[in-house]
């Protein structure tokens, strides 16, 4: 394999995966919200999607950050009857976010993210002993 492409391949892992953790990241702050007015809908969790996208210019598939989709499940519910959202029921309508799936799939992304560095890294070893030996 080409090393420039196997380079452009694993920087488009990056660049998913940075924008995959600027989402999950925004979810996490997010978490607690609360509406600004009685009835009104809190914040909505957010989803990211990847697509393969073929690069014509080193003619392989890389990735890319797709859209980002909203997640539609229900809301979470908490009686608090003095809470300036609570609904006439006395309820307040908390985000769709749960922190520990957030950081789970935090996680997985900075994972993710470690072995395209690790891919970079190792071509780039490569690319530096081939030159040592067409020195030699």
Not at 57 to 85: C, N, Q, W
């Amino acid at each position: 394999m080409d090393f420039m492409k196997a380079m452009s391949i694993a920087a488009s892992g990056l660049r998913a995966q940075a924008g995959r953790m600027r989402i999950i990241s925004e979810n996490i702050a997010n978490a607690d919200s609360t509406p600004t007015s009685s009835g009104a809908d809190p914040y909505r969790r957010k989803v990211p999607t990847f697509v393969s996208q073929l690069d014509h210019m080193i003619d392989a598939r890389v990735v890319e950050l797709g859209k980002v989709r909203t997640d539609s499940s229900e809301f979470r519910l908490k009686y608090e009857p003095g809470h300036p959202a609570a609904d006439s029921n006395g309820y307040v309508k908390y985000p769709n976010v749960n922190p520990l799936i957030e950081m789970t799939d935090m996680r997985e992304a900075q994972r993710s993210y470690e072995a395209n560095v690790n891919v970079i890294s190792a071509t780039r070893r490569m690319m530096m002993r081939t030159m040592d030996i067409l020195k030699a």
